[in-house]
């Protein structure tokens, strides 16, 4: 669950971390007439999309009058902003942030991310800016990591060459609060700025949040950026299931999101293009199961699905086998599937895919129905 970075500056200033003065406005009109209530001599309209790297993208402008901004948000209202972060046809930008323009006297970039224990993790450099993510790519040694934990932030950051480190750390600490209590899973600043002051500002910010969590977080609900998923994705999420849509012609139905990773890798190497990631959450019903399918079988471009799933836990494979055929009752377009399908009542799964007369190929293993799936993909043989 992205928030954008509007919703994450109003989250992490409750916390104390400080961020330049702000509105979001949902017209060009509203830009102008916002820039009133926000103190400065300069503003910045910001293009609020879930993607990053829009400033390279002309998602980040200055204007120096209240009339200059309305120009700016005009210019990117209801347009597609396209960044390295999105796809293609990029993100509707709905809403845009009109800020106070602060002077950059030093700009840093800091994150906190969960380690492979789960234990928040300061990832730190003390330079920042448009262009860090590609030199980090680059030159990974150029961020440093510090387990929060029990750890000496200041000295940390002072090591790594950020002026006036003191105030620096007390910023990560609220950074720090604010990501436990909100069980975040990311938290980017970048660019942590540090104006002539000395005082260290999020001048950009991105939260990320457990999804799994969010029943936790009733207050968060409204923050959630659901926009930046596409109506596909909103549907499915509706409907108990994390669906991302991709651009190949292999649908899959797996449930649990590591399987469905393992299974889209696996179906690239072996030359194959998955038309979507999905996981179904162990609460899915067999219905929410087939509009789920059924958002696959409504795209042209899927050839073929394939259906791999591990019963067990809350999910049984006669429950995802159900919702199959659900789907396939009332879809128009019936395209082949290839199963493989393991544990808790396998049999029962198996027989209901054959009496409902589904056009279906079983397989046994994961190997062989990514092969079968491939094959039927590049026009083989069902
Ligand atoms: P991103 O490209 O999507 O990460 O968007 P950012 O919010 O990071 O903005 C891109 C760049 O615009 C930043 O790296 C800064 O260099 C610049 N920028 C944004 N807001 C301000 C500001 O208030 N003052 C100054 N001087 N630069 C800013
Ligand atoms: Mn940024």
New binding site residues.
């Given amino acids: 669950m992205i928030l954008s ?1 509007y919703k994450s500056k109003e989250l992490l200033s409750q916390y104390g971390v400080a961020v ?1 003065e702000g509105r979001v406005a949902r017209t060009a009109a509203e830009a102008e007439a916002l820039c009133r209530e926000v103190t400065a001599t300069k503003y ?1 309209v ?1 293009a609020q999309i879930g ?7 002309g ?2 402008k ?1 204007a120096a009058t209240p009339s200059a901004v309305r120009s700016e948000a005009e210019k990117m209202l209801g347009k597609p902003l396209v ?1 390295q972060q999105t796809n293609a046809s990029g993100e509707i930008v709905k809403e845009v942030y009109v ?6 006297a030093a ?1 840093a970039f800091i994150a906190i991310v969960l380690d492979q224990n789960a234990q928040p993790t300061l990832l730190a450099s003390a330079t ?3 262009n860090f993510e590609e030199q980090a790519r680059r030159n990974p040694d150029m961020v440093s990591s510090l387990t929060l934990a029990g750890n000496d932030v200041e000295a940390f950051l002072q090591g790594l060459g950020f002026q006036n480190a003191k105030a620096a750390a007390k910023l990560v600490e609220n950074a720090h609060k604010a990501f436990l209590a909100n069980e975040m899973t990311l938290l980017e600043i ?2 942590l ?1 540090m104006l002539a002051s000395g005082d260290w500002v999020a ?2 910010a ?1 939260i990320s949040i457990d999804g799994s969590a969010m029943f936790r977080h009733p207050e968060l609900e409204t923050l959630v950026m659901d926009h930046a998923l596409s109506s596909v994705e909103r549907t499915a999420q509706e409907n108990e299931i994390n669906l991302v849509k991709l651009d190949g012609n292999i649908g899959v139905v797996v449930n649990g999101a590591g399987l469905g990773l393992a299974t889209n890798d696996m179906l690239v190497d072996a030359g194959g293009k998955p038309a979507n990631f999905m996981d179904i959450r162990t609460t899915a019903t067999s219905f929410q199961i087939a509009k789920g399918v059924e958002l696959l079988l409504e795209d042209s471009a899927v050839k073929i699905i394939l259906l791999n799933v591990h019963g067990g836990g809350m999910t049984v494979c006669d429950t995802v086998t159900e919702g199959v055929a659900f789907a396939y009752a009332r879809a128009k377009r019936k395209p082949p599937i290839v199963a493989r399908l393991a544990g808790q009542n396998v049999e029962w799964a198996h027989r209901m895919l054959s009496e409902r007369r589904l056009p279906v190929t079983v397989c046994t293993s994961m190997g062989e129905a990514v092969d079968k799936a491939v094959s039927i993909a590049k026009g083989g043989r069902v």
């Avoid at 800020?99 to 950059?104: D, F, K, M, Q, Y």
């Fill in positions: 970075e330049p910045v910001k993607a990053g790297g829009r400033g390279l993208a998602g980040v200055f960044t800020e106070a323009a602060v002077e950059i700009d920042g800016g448009v970048n660019p700025a001048v950009d991105k």
